[in-house]
T-cell receptor, first 116, second 117 residues
Framework: GESVGLHLPTLSVQEGDNSIINCAYS??????FIWYKQESGKGPQFIID?????DKRQGQRVTVLLNKTVKHLSLQIAATQPGDSAVYFC???????????????FGQGTILTVHP | EAGVVQSPRYKIIEKKQPVAFWCNPI?????LYWYRQNLGQGPELLIR????????DSQLPKDRFSAERLKGVDSTLKIQPAELGDSAVYLC???????????????FGPGTRLTVL
């Protein structure tokens, strides 16, 4: 079955460092990925997405890299701040259409802790 | 703009008791989702509504779980009777119609943390 998983369950960094959070997926047909941030006591919040026709996409202080050959994507956070402390999930929606449209498959999550 | 509102935020019940969760989606969002999130795991979809119609409830344990969205706005999720394994955070999300492909961005509420004793 399809799965989306993470290599590292926890990541601890110092403020100002760059953070890299990894995610592996199993379905080679997956063509769209999303990174979510979930702070304690809150629901997941969209960070950035990437389509399979791209290798890299940049946002504000965040970059997502996609390696389709090894079915791996990563989220890079530049100059990590204490406010970045949260659980980060990668997620994958199925192909559009039918009753599966809108369903998200989430990975296990990586806990990012940023120390001042 | 108000986000997705959920209540209660926390609920502690004894097993075999019923429990209900309420969700008010973002105004204008016709798609509503209920997810269950176990500790340390990502959310798992329970049911998705398009307006008042449940279009995907394949993951909803129908023997004890039920949901409704009678007027296509607010929704309730009920568990009766609750079991120990139902302890989790129940998240509601909503998305706007036709906002994107292949995915309409989902906006999540803060969730209801259920503890079954």
């Amino acid at each position: 079955g399809e799965s989306v998983g993470l290599h590292l369950p926890t990541l601890s960094v110092q403020e100002g460092d760059n953070s890299i959070i990894n995610c592996a997926y199993s379905n080679s047909a997956s063509d769209y990925f999303i990174w979510y941030k979930q702070e304690s006591g809150k629901g997941p919040q969209f960070i950035i997405d990437i389509r399979s026709n791209m290798d890299k996409r940049q946002g504000q202080r965040v970059t997502v890299l996609l390696n389709k050959t090894v079915k791996h994507l990563s989220l890079q956070i530049a100059a990590t701040q204490p406010g970045d402390s949260a659980v980060y999930f990668c997620a994958h929606p199925p192909d559009a259409g039918g009753t599966s449209y809108g369903k998200l498959t989430f990975g296990q999550g990586t806990i990012l802790t940023v120390h001042p | 703009e108000a986000g997705v509102v959920q209540s209660p935020r926390y609920k502690i019940i004894e097993k075999k008791q019923p429990v209900a969760f309420w969700c008010n989606p973002i105004s204008g969002h016709n798609t509503l989702y209920w997810y269950r999130q176990n500790l340390g795991q990502g959310p798992e979809l329970l049911i998705r509504y398009e307006n008042e119609e449940a279009v995907d409830d394949s993951q909803l344990p129908k023997d004890r779980f039920s949901a409704e969205r009678l007027k296509g706005v607010d929704s309730t999720l009920k568990i009766q009777p609750a079991e120990l394994g139902d302890s989790a955070v129940y998240l509601c999300a909503s998305s706007a119609p036709g906002a994107g492909w292949p995915y309409n961005e989902q906006f999540f509420g803060p969730g209801t943390r259920l503890t079954v004793l």
